[in-house]
C-alpha cells in the first residue's frame, strides 16, 4: 500500500476511535444526569384535592405526586354520593411534572359527597371528598 491509504485508513481509524469515546463519555453523562434529576425534584406526600367554582359551574380536582424523570400511569375516579362510579380515567403524568387535573361541570350532579379517587400502578389510592349543595 502506498503512503496514502495507509495515512486515510489511520485517519478513519482514529475518527472512530474518538467517535466510539465520545458516545461513551455521552451515555455516562446522561445517566448522571439523571440520577441528579431524581435527587433535586422536591419530595412531597401524594395529595389529591378538590375546588368548587360556583360562579364557574365547574368542579376542578388536582393529584400532585413527587416529580420523576419517567412517566407515571395512573387512574382517576369520580365517584357519585350514591356510590355510582361517574367517571374513571387512565392518565399518565409525564416524566418531569408532578401533577394532573381534571374538571367536571356542576349543573346536573347528583347533590352530596362526591369522592375524587386516584389509583396509582402500585395500587396505592389516593381520595378526597367533596360535597355538592
Given at each position: 500500500m502506498n503512503l496514502k491509504v495507509r495515512i486515510k485508513m489511520i485517519k478513519i481509524i482514529l475518527l472512530s476511535?474518538?467517535?466510539i469515546?465520545?458516545?461513551i463519555n455521552a451515555e455516562e453523562?446522561?445517566?448522571e444526569n439523571q440520577n441528579?434529576?431524581?435527587e433535586i425534584f422536591e419530595q412531597i406526600e401524594p395529595n389529591a384535592d378538590c375546588l368548587i367554582l360556583e360562579d364557574e359551574n365547574s368542579i376542578i380536582c388536582k393529584f400532585e405526586v413527587t416529580r420523576t424523570s419517567y412517566d407515571k400511569q395512573i387512574k382517576i375516579e369520580w365517584i357519585s354520593p350514591s356510590g355510582e362510579l361517574s367517571r374513571e380515567r387512565d392518565m399518565i403524568?409525564?416524566?418531569?411534572h408532578g401533577s394532573i387535573y381534571d374538571y367536571r361541570y356542576i349543573n346536573g350532579r347528583e347533590l352530596g359527597f362526591w369522592t375524587f379517587k386516584v389509583v396509582l400502578e402500585d395500587g396505592k389510592n389516593y381520595s378526597t371528598q367533596f360535597e355538592l349543595k
Open positions: 476511535l474518538f467517535l469515546i465520545c458516545n453523562q446522561t445517566v441528579f434529576s431524581e403524568i409525564p416524566a418531569g
